[in-house]
T-cell receptor, first 114, second 114 residues
């Protein structure tokens, strides 16, 4: 019973393709996030949703579009993939309105664009 | 914006030696602080967190951290390193004034040698 699960774990695709990564959490949390981890292990927040509403939208190319059909799911769709999009993408969740609580992370999706 | 700085992108210790990983925050108001560990090809796991209840915080796997307001620091320590501690360690910050954004430091890779 994984708390935050992402699919797929690995994704290899060609430049120009469109791909999606799915995330689901069964913790009952209100807030979900997408983080990007680059080859130097640097973690940068991309988006955050609270109860299906977008609350954080960092400087991310508009080729990246998050979608939250309900508060337990947050998907990430990427259009026209580029080589620089290669990274590990992490989904996370945390209770909403409680900044003293930690975020729980999924296992990551390693995206390789060739 | 609040941030954390991790001094030393790579730290190497001998098995049985003290582990000290440094984290300094930049904020006029003490924020909430977290230490996460990432093992190879895995997601992030919470080690411990500071939420203003106690300045000395004990976490999992024998790790602890002390919040020092005068030094704006939250360094992670472990008295005796074990080979299994080899991993990437991240310090993270979240503002106490509200908001869900969890911002990570650049990470420190810990190597444990025999």
């Amino acid at each position: 019973d994984t708390a935050v699960s992402q699919t797929p774990k690995y994704l290899v695709t060609q430049m120009g393709n469109d791909k999606s990564i799915k995330c689901e959490q069964n913790l009952g949390h209100d807030t979900m996030y997408w983080y990007k981890q680059d080859s130097k292990k640097f973690l940068k927040i991309m988006f955050s949703y609270n109860n299906k509403e977008l609350i954080i939208n960092e400087t991310v190319p508009n080729r990246f579009s998050p979608k939250s059909p309900d508060k337990a799911h947050l998907n990430l769709h990427i259009n026209s993939l580029e080589l620089g999009d290669s990274a590990v993408y992490f989904c996370a969740s945390s209770p909403g309105g409680r900044p003293n609580t930690e975020a729980f992370f999924g296992q990551g999706t390693r995206l390789t664009v060739v | 914006a609040q941030s954390v700085t991790q001094l030393g992108s790579h730290v190497s210790v001998s098995e049985g030696a003290l582990v000290l990983l440094r984290c300094n925050y930049s904020s006029s108001v003490p924020p909430y602080l977290f230490w996460y560990v990432q093992y190879p090809n895995q997601g992030l796991q919470l080690l411990l967190k500071y939420t203003s209840a106690a300045t000395l915080v004990k976490g999992i796997n024998g790790f602890e951290a002390e919040f020092k307001k005068s030094e704006t620091s939250f360094h992670l320590t472990k008295p005796s390193a074990h080979m299994s501690d080899a991993a990437e360690y991240f310090c993270a910050v979240r503002p106490t004034g509200g908001g869900n954004k969890l911002t990570f430091g650049t990470g420190t890779q810990l190597k444990v040698e025999l």
